[in-house]
């Protein structure tokens, strides 16, 4: 069994930056893929950012490249998410997700996710 818990977030006005925490815990971090997630109101669940197993790969939703980086440290068992010149359209309930597998390969392969956390932008 994975646990995830997540620390940051909450409020900041258009332009700022927030970074996102998530510590992880029972299983194998360092040979697994990792993920942050978002759903805003009225959205479905989208994948923002993820991560391979030793940090060489990312992949990153349109909405977010250039302005949100995904990190991690495979020594301490985190995972980070960098978020930079936020948007209003931002505004989500962001969550870190455990993988199966070392390479991103899609949602069906997540199999644990963090507790969620808001994110606001707004002025």
């Known amino acids: 069994q994975v646990t995830l818990v997540e620390s940051g977030g909450g409020l900041v006005q258009p332009g700022g930056s927030l970074r996102r925490s998530c510590a992880v815990s029972?299983?194998?971090?360092?040979?697994?893929?990792m993920a942050w997630f978002r759903q805003a109101p009225g959205k479905e669940r989208e994948v923002g950012a993820a991560?391979?197993?030793?940090?060489?790969?990312?992949t990153y939703a349109e909405s977010v490249k250039v302005r949100f980086t995904i990190s991690r440290d495979n020594a301490k068992n985190m995972v980070y998410l960098q978020m930079n010149n936020l948007k209003p359209e931002d505004t989500a309930v962001y969550s870190c997700a455990f993988h199966y597998g070392g390479d991103w390969a899609g949602v069906r392969f997540i199999r644990a996710w963090g507790q969620g956390t808001q994110v606001t932008v707004s002025a």
């Open positions: 029972g299983r194998t971090f360092s040979d697994n893929a």
């Open positions: 991560i391979s197993w030793r940090g060489l790969r990312t």
